[in-house]
């Protein structure tokens, strides 16, 4: 199960809660997918360390795509076809709610927390 994660400053805890919540221990190997930018990126990237899950992490290019290059970075998670995507938006989360959008346009279950 590939699970994309999203979202500004979210403890680790909320984070491992989110994965328990949706993560079905039946399901096969679980691979967390994020930007490795935000605090919840790193934290997510944590508790997978932790559970022993595979990562995957697209990186923003800010020196090749400027001010658009958290948008194309959301673009390319979105590529990658993850099985769910789970949000940890707050009030000026521009880039967490684009990702949000995408997902939702294409498909992908999203969960807000």
């Known amino acids: 199960m590939n699970i994309l994660i999203t979202g500004g400053n979210t403890p680790l805890h909320k ?4 994965l ?5 221990p039946g399901a096969g190997p679980v691979t967390i997918i994020t930007d490795g ?9 944590l508790h997978a360390k932790r559970r022993g899950y595979d ?6 290019d800010w020196d090749t795509y400027g001010k658009d290059a958290g948008p194309y ?18 009030a000026t989360s521009r880039l967490t709610n684009d990702l949000i ?8 279950p999203t969960h807000i927390h």
């Open 15 to 18: 984070i491992a809660d989110a």
């Open 73 to 90: 970075c959301n673009q390319e998670m979105i590529d990658d076809h993850p099985d769910m995507c789970i949000a940890f938006p707050t």
């Open 20 to 24: 328990l919540d949706h993560v079905d």
């Open 55 to 60: 990562t995957i992490t697209y990186t923003p």
């Open 37 to 45: 930018h935000t605090p919840a990126s790193r934290a997510a990237l």
């Open 101 to 108: 959008t995408r997902a939702n346009a294409a498909g992908i």
